[in-house]
C-alpha cells in the first residue's frame, strides 16, 4: 500500500498534462479522462483506510530527502478530498457544458487535487509550500473561469490575499530552517522539542498562523473568502468550500501546530478564540444575505469555525496537561465536524449550482416554487440543509454534539469555558434559521411564471447530489465504536502525541 | 545587519499591496515581498568565510579536504529552494498579470476603488 503513495499526487498531474495535451479537440475525451483519473483515487483512498507508512521519495531517507507520510490524520483528509473530487468531477460533466473550454478546466480541477494530496501527504515543510502553491494557482484560475466583472474581480483579490499568505507561509518555513537546519517536519519537531523557545520561534509561528488562517479563512483574514467561494463554477465552489480551505487551511495548521512546533496553551486560547470569532461573525454575516451562494459561503467561514473551536480546545488541555480523555474528544468533535462540513457543505453548493443551472439567477428573492419542478435537488438540498443546522439524525448533528459536549466537559476544568457552549448552540440556532429561509425562499412558496417550463437537472447532476445526500444520512454511523476506532482514533492519536510523533516518523511507523 | 534590511523590504512591498490602488502595483508589491523573501533564503545558506575563490564546486575536481571543503562552502539547500520558489513566483505573476489584462478589458480601468461589483 505505501509503495502506491506517490501515485496520489502522480495521478492527478499525469491527467492534468494528458488532458491539455489531447482533448483540445475532442470535447467527450476531457470528461472521460477526468472521471478515469478521480475514479482510481477514490479507491486508493478508501483502500488506504486503517494503513500506516512512510515512503521515501527516491529512497532518501528522512532527514536529507522528501517522505510521504500516511497517518490517521492524513487519511481522513485524503478520503475527504478524493471523495468530494470525484462526486464534482461527476456534477461538472454536464454543469460545465454552459462553459468554453471545457478540457482547461479539467486540467485546473485535476492540478488542484494534485496539489491538496501533496499537502495532505507530504512531510517536509518546503514541499508542503510547493504542494500549496500549486493547489492554490490552480484555485485563482478556477475562480475566473467565467471570465465576467465579478469572476475576475474576486479571482484578484483571491490571488493578492492568498500570496500574501504563502509568502508569510514561506517566510516562516526559512525562519524555521535558520533555527533548526532541517526542512523535514519529523526532524524540525525533534529538534524544536530540545531547543530553547527564543523570540524567532514565536516570530515564525505568528508567520504560520497568519499564512494559514489566511488559507483557511478564519474571520480576521476572511474577507476573499464570501467573494470567491459564489464566484467559481458551482463544483469548484463545492471543491473551494468542501475541501480547499480544510487542506491548505485547517489541515495545515494543525499538523504545522501540533506535531511540529508543539502545542502550547497560547497557541490553544488564540486558536480557540479565532474559532469563536469565525463562529459568530460569520452565521451573522450569513443570515442578511440574498445571494444563495454568498450565503454558503459565510455558513462555511463559520462551520469552519466549530472545527478549529474543537481542535483549539484540544490543544489547549494538552498544553495544560488536562484529562486526555476530555482533549481527545474535541479533537474527535473537531475532526468529525470537519468530514461533515465537507460533505453538507459541498452537496449545498451543488443544489445552489443545480438551481441555479436551471433558473439562470441565485438571488433567493427572484426563486421560489420550485419543489415539484425540482424534486431531487429539493430533497437533497433539505437534507444538507437539515444537517448543517444540526437537526438529529443527520450527521452534522453528531459532531455538533460532540463539541459541546467537550466544552461542558472541559467548564468542569475551566468554568469559564461555558461561555463557548452557550456560543456553539446559539450559532447552530442562527444556522438553522438562516437556512429555513432559504428552503422558504427557493422551494416553497409561488412558482415565478418565467420558470413554468424548467426541468430537474440531468443524470449525472442528481447522481452526485443523492450519492452525497446518502452520506450526509449514514455518515452518523462513523460513531459506531467499531468503525471509529478505524477511521478517527488514529487520528487523534496522532495529534494527541504531539512532538513525538517526529520520532515514531524517524525510526519507521 | 543585512537580516533587518531584509525584513525591511517584505515590509515594503506588504505596504505597497495594502495602500496602493492600481492593480499592477499591486502585483509589484507582492513580487518586492517574494523577492525579500528569497533573498533572505539565500542569506540563511551564506557562512562567514566563504569564499567563491578559496572553494570551487566539487564537480569540476573531486573534494581531497573535507573538512576544510565543510568549514569554506555555503549551504546549497537553500540555493534549490529559492530556484523553486522563483518559479513559483513566476507562475503567480503571470497570472496575476493575465487577471489584471482581463480585468482592464472588462472594468477600463486599473483603479481597483473603481471595480466594486461584490459586496455584502
Known sequence: MIELLPLFIAIPLGGAFLITLTAWKLKRLADILGVCASLPLLVLALLCIGNRGVYHIGAFLAPLGINLVLDGFSIILLVIVNVISFMAILYSISYMEQYTAKYKYYALFLLMVGGMNGVVLTGDMFNLFVFLEIASIASYALVAFGCEHEELEASFKYLVLGSIGSTFILLGVAVLYGLTGYLNMASIAQAVASMEKTWLFSFASVLFLVGFGIKAALVPFHPWLPDAHPSAPAPISAMLSGVLIKALGVYAITRVVFNVLGATSLFGIIIMVLGVLSMTIGVFLAVGQWDFKRLLAYHSISQMGYVVLGLGLGMFIIANKGPTLVAGMAIFGGLFHLANHAVFKSLLFLCSGSVEYQTGTRQLKELGGLQEKMPVTRVSCTIASLSIAGIPPLNGFWSKLIIVIATVQAAFLYPSMLILTAITILVSFVTLISFLKVLRYVFLGELPSLFKNIKDSSLFMCASLVMLSLLCISMGLLLIPGLRSVVFDPAVEVLKQGLDYGKQILTGL | ?120
Do not use: H, W
Open chain 2, 1 to 120: 545587519m543585512i537580516f533587518p534590511l531584509c525584513f525591511a523590504l517584505f515590509v515594503v512591498g506588504l505596504y505597497c499591496v495594502l495602500t496602493k490602488k492600481n492593480v499592477i502595483k499591486i502585483v509589484i508589491g507582492l513580487t518586492i515581498m517574494e523577492y525579500s523573501v528569497n533573498l533572505f533564503l539565500v542569506l540563511l545558506g551564506y557562512k562567514k568565510g566563504a569564499s567563491f575563490s578559496d572553494v570551487q564546486a566539487p564537480i569540476i575536481e573531486p573534494v581531497t579536504n573535507l573538512d576544510d571543503f565543510f568549514m569554506k562552502a555555503v549551504d546549497p539547500l537553500p540555493q534549490a529552494m529559492v530556484l523553486t520558489s522563483i518559479v513559483i513566483g513566476l507562475g503567480v505573476t503571470a497570472l496575476a498579470i493575465a487577471i489584471c489584462i482581463r480585468l482592464y478589458q472588462r472594468y477600463g480601468t486599473f483603479d481597483i476603488s473603481k471595480m466594486r461589483r461584490l459586496k455584502g
